[in-house]
């Protein structure tokens, strides 16, 4: 049966030490498929569009420079619950708070180098997952 979805990204500092693989592990392990998938270098105008509700945070720029400073894997999972489930899959935002087992604890390097993005709510993930898919491109 399909489950919901949510928008995930595979940050540069994880395409980085190439652990494309080990992340989507952890995913698919954590029981959510991966529906649609592409490698992909961000522009500023696209990671200023993506980040734009952190506009006004003093991370911004910084934010912005890491999401275009290297290749990204943009996906979209689905599965009962996804946008929850996926946000237990990667762990707390700073990886010293991450529980053991997530995506954040086994691979981040910082809170800002985080190695994952995965949506806050269904309405962020239907739209984050517009900016870089159309329907063809998802097969569930
Ligand atoms: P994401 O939106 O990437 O899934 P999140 O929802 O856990 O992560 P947000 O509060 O939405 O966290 O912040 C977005 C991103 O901004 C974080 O993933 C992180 O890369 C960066 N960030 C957040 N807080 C900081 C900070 N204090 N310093 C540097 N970067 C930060
Ligand atoms: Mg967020």
């Known amino acids: ?5 949510t928008f995930s990204i ?3 500092d994880a395409t980085e030490r190439n652990l494309t693989g080990a992340v989507n592990k952890v995913i698919e ?5 991966i529906v649609a998938q592409r490698r992909i270098q961000m522009t500023q105008v696209q990671a200023e569009r993506f980040y734009g509700v952190h506009s006004e945070r003093p991370f911004f720029g910084e934010l912005v420079e890491f999401m275009t ?3 990204v894997v943009v996906q979209v999972l689905e599965g009962e619950n996804a946008v ?3 946000r237990d899959i990667m762990g707390a935002t700073n990886p010293a708070e991450a529980a053991d087992g ?3 604890k086994l691979f981040a390097k910082s ?16 739209l984050e997952i517009a900016q870089f898919f159309s329907a063809a491109d998802i097969v569930g």
């Open 102 to 104: 997530t995506i954040r």
């Open 84 to 86: 929850a489930r996926y």
């Open 69 to 71: 400073s290297g290749p």
């Open 29 to 33: 392990d954590g029981g959510l498929r």
């Open 1 to 5: 049966m399909a489950g919901t979805r």
């Open 10 to 12: 595979i940050k540069p």
């Open 111 to 126: 809170i800002g180098e985080n190695s994952a993005h995965g949506s806050d709510s269904d309405e962020n993930a239907e």
